[in-house]
């Protein structure tokens, strides 16, 4: 096969041969051959964008997430006796916020046609206003009011922040990025259960649970300020690169797909869009990642009141609830790190959705407390990783700028769903062991490790059928190189990740 190879075998990204031209369709990305990047320049600027970009993104991320779940901690801390309602009305607290953050899940195609700093700036602030407003609702209407507008808000920002990633970093670096953002989420977890212990051990002139919205709420207005003067809107116009590494970046751009970053964003394709919708590829991972949102939104709302029903007060369950979180923070990252270098994703989904299987098992099947408590640690071991994952695994197989976002859009809408099950699978009437929730969730997280094999088997398939395409077009004697544009978009050379 010449200096081609596909996905099948992990290999090194195929536009980094820089002591020569390795890969046949590098040499076509625009008919010169003159695309070859000084590894060690390449390296800083991959480095610069990580200090810069990644940081932002992801603290960002984590308030979004503590503003969203601290309601299950408020509800400890006494929100729903203070204010007069019970069990139905809490569950309809998390029922509402699911249902505009569905509806508003095609804002994630919004990073390609807003500029970046604009968007997060306007998404940051309404949310914050929203969070922190909760602490002055006197009734359930206003704290149901006040969830709807930080939905709309957080659906703008936190499902398309992977899409925003793959304009800057390629196929294989996206898996690690994926994952340290998306581990802000148990992250934020573990910071809820430890800043809701203090401040609801505490004695203050309000509400316990008002204090813990407002002292949440409010960082997310500084941070609106913050993702407007140093979110960047492309690589190559980043005002922290030099005008030397800025170059780098356009080239890295166009390794990627053809074209310059700044022009790839301001418009979609909607020709591409529709495309992508006919692909079994682009509707795979939405069911995968219903599967994955039964569980993943459950767990972090009711696990305070899951270890107080293990015989816990109410003041250490919160802080048991750290623990976990930390695990599954780390793992997101590790996991992320090893599906990049070995390019296996779909494998490391299959294992990770077992792991969160066994753990909720666990959680259905046994009274004893310390094994209940294991099968906490599995649970959130499993279930955020498995996400991490399954994002970046979307975009590394869709061909271009505007499939990827129509896959992320689409994977969004569909598996946003499963939040609607989650959120209502865990009423108080099933305490203390939950058995009918725990096993909903452990049945899906086994049917999401089913259906990571059937995609993964799909893609192996397919990239067989790009290989045999590629070597016909050689063998007729054509010159497919020129007209392959960017490693990442479909054509000669392209290779699904598995």
Request: glycine share 10%; charged share 15%.
């Amino acid at each position: 096969m010449g200096g081609f190879k596909s996905d099948l075998e992990p290999t090194q990204d195929r536009y980094e041969g820089v002591d020569g031209l390795s890969d046949e369709k590098q040499q076509g990305v625009n008919g010169n051959g003159d695309l070859r990047i000084d590894p060690a320049l390449e390296k800083r600027v991959r480095r610069k964008i990580d200090y810069h970009l990644v940081p932002l993104v992801m603290g960002l991320y984590l308030i979004s997430f503590l503003d969203r779940s601290n309601i299950g901690n408020a509800e400890t801390a006494g929100m729903s006796k203070d204010l007069g309602f019970d069990d139905e009305h809490y569950q309809w607290l998390l029922t509402i916020f699911y249902i505009p953050y569905i509806v508003f899940e095609w804002a994630a195609l919004m990073w390609k046609v807003v500029p970046p700093h604009i968007w997060a700036c306007c998404c940051v602030l309404v949310w914050a206003l929203a969070s922190t407003l909760q602490a002055a609702a006197y009734n359930w209407s206003g704290l149901m009011a006040c969830r709807f507008f930080l939905a709309v808000a957080e659906a703008g920002y936190g499902p398309g922040v992977p899409y925003l990633l793959s304009f800057f970093y390629k196929r294989h670096e996206l898996g690690l990025r994926c994952g340290i953002f998306l581990s802000a989420a148990p992250l934020a977890t573990t910071f809820a259960g430890a800043l809701a212990y203090g401040i609801t051990s505490g004695h203050p002139a309000i509400a316990n649970w008002r204090l813990l919205f407002i002292v949440e709420g409010i960082p997310s207005v500084i941070l609106a300020v913050l993702a407007f003067l140093y979110m960047p809107d492309s690589a190559d116009t980043a005002k922290f690169l030099t005008e030397k590494e800025r170059e780098v970046a356009k080239t890295r751009a166009i390794q990627q797909t053809g074209s310059e970053g700044a022009s790839r964003l301001g418009h979609v394709n909607f020709k591409d869009v529709l495309l992508s919708l006919k692909d079994i590829k682009t509707w795979l991972p939405p069911l995968m990642y219903f599967s994955c949102n039964v569980s993943f939104s459950s767990l972090p709302v009711f696990l305070p009141t899951i270890l107080q029903n293990m015989g816990f007060t109410a003041i250490n369950a919160q802080g048991l609830s750290a623990p976990p979180y930390f695990l599954s923070f780390f793992m997101c990252i590790l996991t992320t790190w090893i599906s990049d270098k070995t390019r296996q994703r779909g494998l490391m989904i299959i294992g990770l959705s077992i792991v969160a299987g066994v753990g909720y098992v666990l959680l259905a099947t046994c009274e004893s407390v310390g094994v209940r408590y294991f099968g906490v640690f599995l649970a959130a071991a499993g279930v955020f990783p498995a996400i991490s994952n399954l994002l970046p695994w979307t975009m590394n197989n869709q061909g271009s700028d505007s499939k990827r976002g129509a896959g992320i859009a689409l994977l969004n809408i569909i598996g946003q769903c499963g939040p609607l099950l989650g959120t209502r699978v865990f009423p108080a009437t099933d305490a203390p062991f939950y058995v009918k929730g725990m096993g909903i969730c452990a049945g899906f997280m086994f049917f999401n490790a089913l259906l990571a094999l059937a995609l993964r088997t799909y893609l192996a398939w397919e990239n067989k059928k790009f290989e045999k395409n590629d070597e016909a077009a050689r063998q007729a004697g054509t010159d497919p190189i020129a007209g392959a544009i960017g490693l990442e978009n479909d054509g000669y050379g392209f290779r699904n990740f598995l």
